[in-house]
């Protein structure tokens, strides 16, 4: 059974950092690209980051380019999402996702339940 736990979410001020865990069982995790996604409420689910099995590439929403890091550690079958220099409009739950190096929800066939971010002004 494939499972992904966030964690790492939180209430933090305008211009504070996160990070973001995700921790992944029951699949080959090396075999899979990993996503991170965003739900605000009435929105629809939106891409944040991705980074392919190897970590030899990594792709951004313009939103939270130079901001947002992605990482991964295979050996530990985690990723990671550094959020800094957060703003209120990045609040949201967060989700992680495993799948196929893409930018689109429907290319991710495994999900977390989600972790809350909250940015306060």
């Known amino acids: 059974q494939v499972q992904l736990v966030e964690s790492g979410g939180g209430l933090v001020q305008a211009g504070g950092s996160l990070r973001l865990s995700c921790a992944a069982s029951g699949l080959t995790f090396p075999n899979y690209a990993m996503g991170w996604f965003r739900q605000a409420p009435g929105m629809e689910r939106e891409f944040v980051a991705a980074?392919?099995?190897?970590?030899?590439?990594?792709y951004y929403a313009d939103s939270v380019k130079g901001r947002f890091t992605i990482f991964r550690d295979n050996a530990k079958n985690t990723v990671y999402l550094q959020m800094n220099n957060l703003k209120p409009e990045d609040t949201a739950v967060y989700y992680c996702?495993?799948?196929?190096?893409?930018?689109?929800?429907?290319?991710?066939?495994?999900w977390g339940q989600g972790t809350q971010v909250t940015v306060s002004s």
């Open positions: 980074v392919h099995r190897n970590s030899g590439w990594t």
């Open positions: 996702a495993a799948g196929s190096t893409s930018t689109t929800a429907r290319s991710y066939a495994y």
